[in-house]
């Protein structure tokens, strides 16, 4: 089987930089993906990493350790609008079977 | 524009009913799923399909079916069977590629059974 764990809830006051981790178990594994999802809405893509190190994409980077296997999502400059639900996901042996993690509640505050 | 598009939005059912959740895809996509998810809680899979007549059972599949006739639709069926089928309930698509993914999602449906 395959395990997707992360932090219920992460709370930052706006233009702090936040780290959502996620620790996964997980067989064949591919890459890590995360989603951004608000209160209601559909999920949307955020980054994919296959490879070990630091991916950038405006405010918000990722990272992967495959020997740990761990990861991070990174949010900068927070923005009240940054408020939402993020989760993590892996392809368990590379096939089409989508797995999310448990998913962290961000909150910024003013 | 391309999408994928879930049907209705908010559904109300008598308990012991069986209800359809419509998705469709104009994404040209392989890959469908069917996700679940209830307050404050994540994405659980309840099925999946990765080609046309063919799908597989998620982590959660009992009290539901699926059907893949066509490759732009992916309906799910909420059976009697299904003990607490209030939920939010997440269609999702993606291309062929193992090592993609990224996949694209319905706005979702709103499931209330009474």
């Known amino acids: 089987g395959q395990s997707l764990e992360q932090p219920s809830e992460v709370t930052a006051v706006e233009g702090a930089i936040v780290q959502i981790n996620c620790t996964y178990q997980t067989s064949g594994f591919y890459g890590l993906s995360w989603y951004q999802q608000h209160d209601g809405g559909a999920p949307t893509f955020l980054s994919y990493n296959a490879l070990d190190g630091l991916e950038e994409t405006g405010r918000f980077s990722s990272f992967l350790s495959r020997s740990d296997s761990y990861g991070y999502l990174l949010l900068q400059e927070l923005q009240m609008k940054d408020s939402a639900s993020y989760f993590c996901a892996v392809r368990p042996g590379g096939g089409n079977k989508l797995t999310f993690g448990t998913g962290t509640q961000l909150k910024v505050e003013l | 524009d391309g999408g994928i598009t879930q049907s209705p939005k908010y559904l109300f059912r008598k308990e012991g009913q069986n209800v359809t959740l419509s998705c469709e895809q104009n994404?040209?996509?392989?890959?469908m799923y069917w996700y679940r998810q209830d307050p404050g809680q994540g994405l659980r899979l309840i099925y999946y399909?990765?080609?046309?007549?063919?799908?597989q059972k998620g982590d959660i599949a009992e009290g539901y079916s699926v059907s893949r006739e066509k490759k732009e639709s992916f309906p799910l069926t909420v059976t009697s069977a299904q003990k607490n089928p209030t939920a939010f309930y997440l269609c999702?698509?993606?291309?062929?590629?193992?090592?993609?993914?990224?996949?694209?999602f319905g706005q979702g449906t709103r499931l209330t059974v009474v």
């Open positions: 399909s990765q080609i046309v007549n063919d799908f």
């Open positions: 994404l040209n996509h392989d890959a």
């Open positions: 999702a698509s993606s291309p062929d590629g193992r090592e993609n993914t990224e996949a694209f």
